[in-house]
């Protein structure tokens, strides 16, 4: 039987809930939170200032934050990778967590909590600048407005989801939004 992890990172506290309601209906083996080092406050987060931490991040593909979070022992088959949508894909940490980590023949279902964003694109991302050697597979947004059923169904589905190419997946290839 496989091993399953759900991994996230919350700057806010939104994607908590979120995660722990996935780590159930996923009967996963580990919950773990991505944790920034330099903990990411208000002003941090104002997308809108061109100064702000997350668009000097966003700006530069190089940048890493440092995690603060004890290491895991990477011996789990499906992830469950969970984060806000920052500048319409995942925040930097992500990358961070990702590079940490022989990915090599896991299979990582990201999950996001944006309101406003889509996912459609995050996944090819990731894979390209940081996982390159893992079997991605669409992933979803989850809203608040979204039942424990409806996210147990997506549990159920997800692994059945194509895996994401080189190329991006649409909706006719079984991506799930909102």
């Known amino acids: 039987m496989s091993k399953t992890l759900v991994a996230y990172f919350s700057a806010t506290g939104n ?21 920034a080092a330099d903990p990411y406050k208000g002003k941090d987060l104002n997308w809108k200032d ?3 931490r997350v668009s000097k991040e966003e700006k530069n593909p190089s940048t890493r934050p ?12 499906v992830i469950y990778l969970g984060f806000p949508i920052w500048w319409g894909t995942a925040p930097k940490i992500i990358n961070s967590f990702l590079e940490l980590y022989d990915t090599v023949g896991k299979t990582i279902i990201p999950f996001s909590t944006s309101e406003g964003s889509d996912i459609m694109h995050t996944a090819s991302r990731l894979k390209t600048e940081s996982a390159s050697d893992a079997d991605w ?9 979204m039942t424990e059923d409806a996210i147990s ?19 006719e290839d079984g991506y799930i939004s909102k």
């Open 137 to 145: 597979h669409a992933g979803t947004v989850i809203t608040k407005d």
């Open 153 to 171: 169904k997506w549990i159920k589905d997800s692994l059945k989801s194509p895996s994401v190419t080189d190329g991006e997946l649409s909706a």
């Open 50 to 52: 061109p100064n702000s």
């Open 15 to 35: 994607t908590v809930h979120t995660a722990e309601t996935i780590a159930k209906a996923a009967e996963a083996d580990t919950l773990y939170e991505i944790i």
């Open 66 to 77: 440092a995690i603060a979070s004890d290491p895991l022992t990477m011996d789990y088959d």
